[in-house]
């Protein structure tokens, strides 16, 4: 490896993936030594600091060329409270890598963050938000393991695991012990493997309404209230976004994907922006007007001031409304 630093910090939103993440650094901090007199792990303290999390860095190792602290979820401290750390790390001792693991990224203080980047290096653990990003990521892991998917497999594994990619490690490891290290998976030898299929990402809820395929939107809303574990009113405000794009889009004069990007106060990439103005086009503005209005009546009726229906009802019928005002157009 290269030059071990003197800070890490790891974060994401998926302890599978944050986790996996720590494990291969830390194997690869230690390489051939001895992790028992290497690794030196600490869990945060309610209420407490992390004044021994900056001692342990601190101290020099014994018997062995490098020492590793491992403090776990340090987004639980608060900001004054990891000032120790921050101390620590404007002269960190050589000798020493200290892996900050963290899942809650927004309490970090920004000041605690700039403190690592000087210092080492922070490793983002989850895969990418958007689908070209995950799909890169996705490739990228299915590269380095240990079986060998076709491209049915790769499909069927995309599909089946949606956001759950932190079961990805050990049904990969579960193929390798099954049918051997570097042998060719097939989308038959795959399929006992998958299990219950896990959430999908909201851009495969808003894709099938907007292309009016019903069924598929009502099957993609059920793995998100189920797998996803997706709060119906998190999901009315996904739905609810997703409208407002097109809202703020039409009548606007907008020409391209740039201008919608610009209007919408969208940095980085055009892509999304240039979907809700290919929609908001194929809707036309009574499309959109009758969309908000569904929307506005589902909001309700979730919190019962029309209707004492289900929440999930209430959602599947907003999706199938939503779904045939995209099929009429």
């Not at 983002?124 to 799909?135: F, L």
């Not at 209005?293 to 907003?318: I, M, Q, S």
């Amino acid at each position: 490896m290269n030059e071990p630093l003197p800070v890490y910090l790891v974060r994401g939103d998926d302890p599978a993936l944050r986790s996996e993440a720590v494990r291969a650094l830390v194997h690869e901090l230690v390489g051939d030594g001895d992790p028992t007199l290497m690794v030196e792990e600490f869990e945060p303290v309610e209420d407490g600091d992390a004044s021994a999390i900056a001692d342990a860095a601190q101290t020099p190792p014994f018997l062995t060329e490098r020492r590793i602290v491992v403090a776990r979820d340090v987004s639980a401290y608060s900001s004054e409270a990891l000032e120790p750390i921050i101390t620590y790390l404007g002269d960190p001792l050589p000798s020493t890598s200290l892996l900050l693991v963290a899942g809650d990224k927004g309490r970090l203080s920004q000041k605690f963050v700039t403190a690592v980047k000087k210092a080492g290096h922070v490793v983002e653990a989850g895969a990418p938000s958007n689908k070209r990003g995950r799909d890169a990521w996705l490739s990228d892991q299915l590269r380095g393991a240990p079986v060998r998917l076709d491209g049915g497999a790769t499909a069927m594994l995309d599909k089946h695991l949606g956001e759950d990619l932190g079961r990805l490690r050990n049904l990969l490891e579960a193929l390798a012990a099954a049918y051997g290290h570097g042998t060719k998976i097939t989308a038959e030898d795959l399929r006992p493997f998958l299990g219950e299929a896990g959430g999908v990402p909201p851009w495969d809820l808003t894709d099938a309404i907007d292309a009016g395929k019903t069924d598929v939107a009502l099957a993609t809303l059920q793995r998100m209230l189920g797998a996803g574990d997706r709060h119906p009113l998190a999901l009315m405000a996904t739905l609810h976004a997703h409208y407002t794009r097109m809202l703020r889009l039409d009548g606007a004069g907008v020409r391209d994907a740039a201008d919608a990007a610009a209007l919408l106060g969208m940095k980085g990439s055009s892509f999304p922006a240039e979907k809700a103005l290919r929609q908001a086009r194929k809707l036309g503005h009574d499309g959109v007007a009758e969309a908000i209005r569904l929307l506005a009546d589902a909001d309700l009726d979730l919190r019962k001031f029309t209707k004492d229906w289900p929440e999930n009802l209430v959602l599947e019928v907003l999706v199938a409304r939503l779904s045939r005002v995209s099929a009429r157009r």
